[in-house]
């Protein structure tokens, strides 16, 4: 089994949960519990310009955390390996309802409620349902990303085209 380190605190790799823009995320545990590390990647993305991604990281938290979004704690920061250790939001994503069919108003509702809240802070984050875990009920922001609000990369202009099985979602999964 796969071991990371975060500041000599050692984990064992349990699965990749993703890739994003940014980096690799990883349901970890240290034998006791679970937790996400987040491995930066220097990879280059064609249509997202990054500066320090590790810093950005940090920063979308702090800023998203002042606006009051659900999401999970960070938990610790390897400045020098380019990983962050956040808490393991246990549940299903927004994307495997939408696959299963399973989607509930409800999820829109929320997301609706948090839209009005970060607009109003002038921010968008990534709404891509991959982003978003149900645990109990309410629904989590689990990636950091946020950006200055621009309409057209809003929920209702971008974001939504991917929580129900629109010709963009069933495309996305042919990928």
């Known amino acids: 089994m796969e071991r990371m380190t975060v500041n000599g605190r050692e984990f064992t790799v349990s699965r990749l949960l993703g890739k994003g823009k940014g980096g690799y995320s990883y349901l970890v545990t240290d034998g006791a519990e ?49 990983r962050i250790l956040k808490e393991f939001i246990d549940g299903e994503t927004i994307f495997e309802l939408v696959k299963q069919e399973r989607m509930e108003e409800r999820y829109f509702e929320q997301m609706r409620t948090l839209c009005r809240t970060l607009y109003a802070a002038g921010t968008n ?33 971008w974001g939504v085209k991917y929580w129900s099985k629109t010709p963009e979602f069933i495309e996305y999964l042919k990928q």
């Open 34 to 82: 679970r937790y996400v590390l987040k491995q930066i990647h220097h990879e280059p993305c064609d249509y997202y310009q990054f500066g320090n991604k590790l810093e950005s990281e940090l920063r979308d938290y702090q800023r998203l955390n002042k606006i009051g979004v659900p999401m999970p704690e960070l938990l610790d920061v390897d400045t020098a390996q380019e």
């Open 125 to 157: 984050i990534d709404y891509f349902p991959t982003n978003f875990v149900v645990r109990d009920g309410r629904l989590f922001y689990v990636d950091y990303e946020c950006n200055d609000y621009m309409e057209q990369w809003d929920f209702e202009h």
